[in-house]
T-cell receptor, first 111, second 114 residues
Framework: DAGVTQSPTHLIKTRGQQVTLRCSPKSGHDTVSWYQQALGQGPQFIFQYYEEEERQRGNFPDRFSGHQFPNYSSELNVNALLLGDSALYLC??????????FGSGTRLTVV | KQEVTQIPAALSVPEGENLVLNCSFTDSAIYNLQWFRQDPGKGLTSLLLIQSSQREQTSGRLNASLDKSSGRSTLYIAASQPGDSATYLCAKKWGGTSYGKLTFGQGTILTVHP
């Protein structure tokens, strides 16, 4: 049983560009959340999707947007990239009251 | 402001020692608390999940406890091994919903030397 799958693994972008990160949740999970983890910090909540709608959002600007598809997979889009957006982006999936399962992350470097 | 704090920030111990990692949180409106392990540059691996109605959970050499009244959780690692070296993160799920967001501590960097 595959866990949470994220792509790509690594990504290098230039300031001002746009990026799309992808996530496939664990089989049987219907909720997807995205987190940003800067070096040496704990992950910070970006937003959560359930039934193809954004249900909760953290303290991130509108440059960060997302989508959930009918098969529960999800995308995270970041526009107008800044150097400060460089981080490890983690996707987590869950079902009901069980704990979250995290993917291996996408390492985004903005130059 | 909802906060999660982990102490110590870093810990270095010789192999074989028993150790305790601490996690404290504000606001007793907790749904559950989850402990994770993170290897450098990698994703998070779930270690233990404690529901708000539970006091502790055990898995192998790991034991996690939860005290809602004092806003604390501890992760106990018995007979530490070099392979336990990693960053350990605790995360609290807030409120009364099963789909609430996780709020993480900064993590404890554990080094177990032979």
């Amino acid at each position: 049983d595959a866990g949470v799958t994220q792509s790509p693994t690594h990504l290098i972008k230039t300031r001002g560009q746009q990026v799309t990160l992808r996530c496939s949740p664990k089989s049987g999970h219907d909720t997807v959340s995205w987190y940003q983890q800067a070096l040496g910090q704990g992950p910070q909540f970006i937003f959560q999707y359930y039934e193809e709608e954004e249900r909760q959002r953290g303290n991130f600007p509108d440059r960060f947007s997302g989508h959930q598809f009918p098969n529960y997979s999800s995308e995270l889009n970041v526009n107008a990239l800044l150097l400060g957006d460089s981080a490890l982006y983690l996707c987590a999936s869950a079902r009901s009251h069980y704990g979250y399962t995290f993917g291996s992350g996408t390492r985004l470097t903005v130059v | 402001k909802q906060e999660v704090t982990q102490i110590p920030a870093a810990l270095s111990v010789p192999e074989g020692e028993n150790l305790v990692l601490n996690c404290s949180f504000t606001d007793s409106a907790i749904y559950n608390l989850q402990w994770f392990r993170q290897d450098p540059g990698k994703g998070l691996t779930s270690l233990l999940l404690i529901q708000s109605s539970q006091r502790e959970q055990t898995s192998g050499r790991l034991n996690a406890s939860l005290d809602k009244s004092s806003g604390r959780s501890t992760l106990y690692i018995a007979a530490s091994q070099p392979g336990d070296s990693a960053t350990y993160l605790c995360a609290k799920k807030w409120g009364g919903t099963s789909y609430g967001k996780l709020t993480f501590g900064q993590g404890t960097i554990l080094t177990v030397h032979p």
